[in-house]
């Protein structure tokens, strides 16, 4: 399994970024969970293989996960500083074995 994540870096509060991630083949679902300094891993959004899709509360409105289980993207729009956080895109198979983890990507949110 070959999870490879870009995008992120630094906005402003109020601005945009976007996250994408490609998986190998075979996924039924994709997303990201974050972590910020000091906090618990949260799942934020996942794309299921059916097309359905979940947001955690925080981001319901200014967040939205888009593409197929080979490759989303994550739009995240009107970002407050609490959305600064280690990015990390994850992926589910139907051998159960999963989430498997890609590598990190940094958001940081400026007031």
């Known amino acids: 399994v070959q999870l490879q994540a870009s995008g992120g870096g630094l906005a402003q509060a109020g601005g945009t970024l976007r996250v994408s991630c490609t998986a190998s083949?075979?996924?039924?679902?994709i997303g990201w969970y974050r972590q910020a300094p000091g906090k618990g891993r949260e799942l934020v959004a996942t794309?299921?293989?059916?097309?359905s899709t979940y947001y955690t509360d925080s981001v319901k409105g200014r967040f939205t996960i888009s593409g197929t289980t080979s490759g989303v993207t994550l739009q995240m729009d009107r970002l407050k500083p609490e959305d600064t956080a280690t990015y990390y895109c994850?992926?589910?198979?139907?051998?159960?074995?999963?989430?498997?983890w890609g590598k990190g990507t940094l958001v940081t949110v400026s007031s």
């Open positions: 794309l299921s293989l059916g097309g």
């Open positions: 994850v992926a589910w198979y139907p051998s159960g074995s999963g989430p498997h």
């Open positions: 083949g075979g996924a039924s679902a």
